[in-house]
T-cell receptor, first 116, second 114 residues
Framework: AQSVTQLDSHVSVSEGTPVLLRCNYS??????LFWYVQHPNKGLQLLLK??????LVKGINGFEAEFKKSETSFHLTKPSAHMSDAAEYFC??????????????FGTGTRLTIIP | DGGITQSPKYLFRKEGQNVTLSCEQN?????MYWYRQDPGQGLRLIYY???????QKGDIAEGYSVSREKKESFPLTVTSAQKNPTAFYLC?????????????FGQGTRLTVV
């Protein structure tokens, strides 16, 4: 069975400083991994995805993530935080279930707060 | 513009009533999903459908029902059997069966039991 662990439920950083949101996963197969962002009372928007190509993935709004198979990690980073980055972030693993159906498993989310 | 539309945005239900949440997509996606979101618990899968006229239970299907009569539509009914229905509900769709494609989400419906 696949699972996702987001190691921090809440992260606070000052504007202009680096952002690190941590994610570890487990999967029986070769997974695809995603990061989504959610602003209050909104749906989820894809930031970036890893699908067994390059291990360093660049996404929108200056975010990137590195897939490390040996550490089963997929941490999200950004060099310089902006006030508009304040939101909830979800790490997601996608796998094929025993029935051949695609299944997404979500982490519990990390709330990012930006301090002016 | 292509996308997923959920309606209504806010919904109030009296205890003991069934209520149906709408989800429509024009992305020509085969797969559609319903998730429930509660604070601190992330998203939990209620039901999903990979093809018209077929759907499977997710992790928390009790008290919910769905139908998939058309490719574009995947309505969710919250029945009176659901003991704690107050939550934020999200519908999503994706290209089915590949395991590596992103899901597209609607803007959500916030259901409150009064």
């Amino acid at each position: 069975a696949q699972s996702v662990t987001q190691l921090d439920s809440h992260v606070s950083v000052s504007e202009g400083t680096p952002v690190l949101l941590r994610c570890n996963y487990s999967s029986s197969y070769s997974p695809s991994l995603f990061w989504y962002v959610q602003h209050p009372n909104k749906g989820l928007q894809l930031l970036l995805k890893y699908t067994s190509a390059a291990t360093l993935v660049k996404g929108i709004n200056g975010f990137e993530a590195e897939f490390k198979k040996s550490e089963t990690s997929f941490h999200l980073t950004k060099p310089s935080a902006h006030m508009s980055d304040a939101a909830e972030y979800f790490c997601v693993v996608s796998d094929i279930s025993n029935f051949g159906n695609e299944k997404l498993t979500f982490g519990t989310g990390t709330r990012l707060t930006i301090i002016p | 513009d292509g996308g997923i539309t959920q309606s209504p945005k806010y919904l109030f239900r009296k205890e003991g009533q069934n209520v149906t949440l709408s989800c429509e997509q024009n992305l020509n996606h085969d797969a559609m999903y319903w998730y429930r979101q509660d604070p601190g618990q992330g998203l939990r899968l209620i039901y999903y459908s990979q093809i018209v006229n077929d759907f499977q239970k997710g992790d928390i299907a009790e008290g919910y029902s769905v139908s998939r009569e058309k490719k574009e539509s995947f309505p969710l009914t919250v029945t009176s059997a659901q003991k704690n229905p107050t939550a934020f509900y999200l519908c999503a769709s994706s290209i089915a069966g590949q395991g590596n494609t992103e899901a597209f989400f609607g803007q959500g419906t916030r259901l409150t039991v009064v």
